[in-house]
Structure formats: C-alpha cells, structure tokens
C-alpha cells in the first residue's frame, strides 16, 4: 500500500513525505501508527527508501532502486495497448551455485516480475524487450559469471503459442481479469453516479483510488505483458485496463483534493511536479495518442 501512495502521488509531489502525514493517510485504510512505523522501517532497511531528519520530523524519500521500480510498475500499470512484437524472444539462463541460494530465490522473484516465464528450471523467457531490466538484475545481485542472455528467433518444432502455453496458464490469468472486470465493472457504475451527485467524500475517492491501483497493480505480478500476436482471441486484459482506466480518471481529481489537503501539513506542496495532472496521466495520454 505504501508503495501505491509512492507511485500515485508521493512521487509527484517532491518524492518524499513527512511519517506523520503517510500515517494520516494510511488511517484512511484502518492501519495504526505503529504498523505504519513498521512497513516503512522495513521499506528502509531493504533499501527503497531511505530516512531524513530536520528537526524532530522524519522524512522517507525513495531511494533510486525504489524510483526505478516505481516507473516501471507505472509504465506497465497504465499501458492500454500491448507493444507491436518483434519476433524475437530473450532468453536467460543461469547457473547460480548453491551457496547464493538466496540471490537465486530473489533473482526468479525479480524475473517473474519482469514478465519472464519459466521454460525449464533455470532458463526463462520473454517476448518483450527487457534488456534493460536484465542488466539491472545482473548489476544488483553481481552475478555476471552465472548468466547468459539471448536474443533469438525459436524455429520450432512447435509454435511460439506453444512455448507461452508452457510458461504461463494464460487461462487462469484471464479468469482473474474477468473476476477484477466483474467487481469493478459495478463499483465504478456506483461510485461514478455518487461522485456526479456530490454523495462521495474526497476521502471515501482517496481510499477508492488507491485501492483500485493496489488491486490493479497485483496483476504484475501474474500478467508477463505479452505482445497480442501471443495472445488468445477472447483476452481480457485489455478490457480490464480500460475499465482501470475510466475509474481511475473519475476519481482522481477529489482524491488529489485530499490527498493535498493530509500533505500540505508537515510537507511543501511547492515540490508538486507542475507538469503532473491526475485527471489525465500522462502515461495514459501517450499510450492512446
């Protein structure tokens, strides 16, 4: 949840924030004082934030690794369109010894984050140009002796549907997008007609926002963002982002209201990126012009 405030607001207003107004917040969602105290200790001390004091006030900033995991999410969370395939597929292998087995552990975690799929123990794929994201991995857990990474084009004996059949259950991916379309759907009838008849607090949209990006953004974590040549006809997601995206924009001005308003108290609203528009994302925009 800490993270979503980070990516969906915190991020554009200066990148840092005072604990006292993230623990305002965050009573919005029923979490007390003290558990916010303890998500944000252990953000620290994995490294995606660090601490800075003035005076008795203690302030969180995202730390590089944090900014550039935020960007990614971002760029994956508001994509409504998959990108044109170029063939090719990348492939990573590695031989980690058993003595890092600890990195290894991280390293799948990081690579099924990524949109990589497993096609054997150690050696997983992906359609989608993630290179960058591969050097970045291979730099932050040092493992440069154990990797080797290809671009190449899979010339059979089976078909590239094949080879997604057997990294992902595309099946059960798209049953969980029916079940998000099929919550939302209706929320967003209810909560759009409440908004429109002045009946729902900028709080109550604060809370709703946030919820809707914390439940969006868990699809990371299952949907590797395959190009649509790979995909079945009857694909759901783009129908699932499209609803995220209606919903987002009809809550996000009275929730940017509030949010400003829990801010502006212990934080300097002047480090808003003025170029920044919630109504209109921007990473919104691009994908539809």
Known sequence: MIF?????????????IWIGSLIRLLKEFGHNEQSVRAAISRMNKQGWVKARRKGNKSFYYLTDRGIRRIEEAANRIFKLQQDDWDGQWRMLMYTI?????????????????SGFGSLSTSTWISPNKLEDQVKSMIDKYEIEPYIHFFVAKYEGPNTNQQLVSECWDLEEINSRYEEFISEYSQKYIIDRNKIEKGEMSDGDCFVERTKLI????????????LPEQLLPDKWLGDHAASLFSDYYKSLAQPASRFFEEVFQEGNELKKRDVS?????????????S
Do not use: C, M
Request: overall charge negative; proline content about 5%; aromatic content about 14%.
């Open 4 to 16: 979503t405030l980070y990516g969906d607001y915190i991020s554009h207003y200066g990148n840092e």
């Open 276 to 288: 920044y528009d919630a109504l209109h994302h921007p990473l919104i925009i691009e994908q539809k």
């Open 214 to 225: 914390h439940e969006y953004r868990k699809f990371l974590f299952v949907d590797p963002g």
């Open 97 to 113: 010894p058993e003595e890092k087995r600890n990195i290894r552990d991280e390293l799948r975690k990081e690579l099924v984050w």
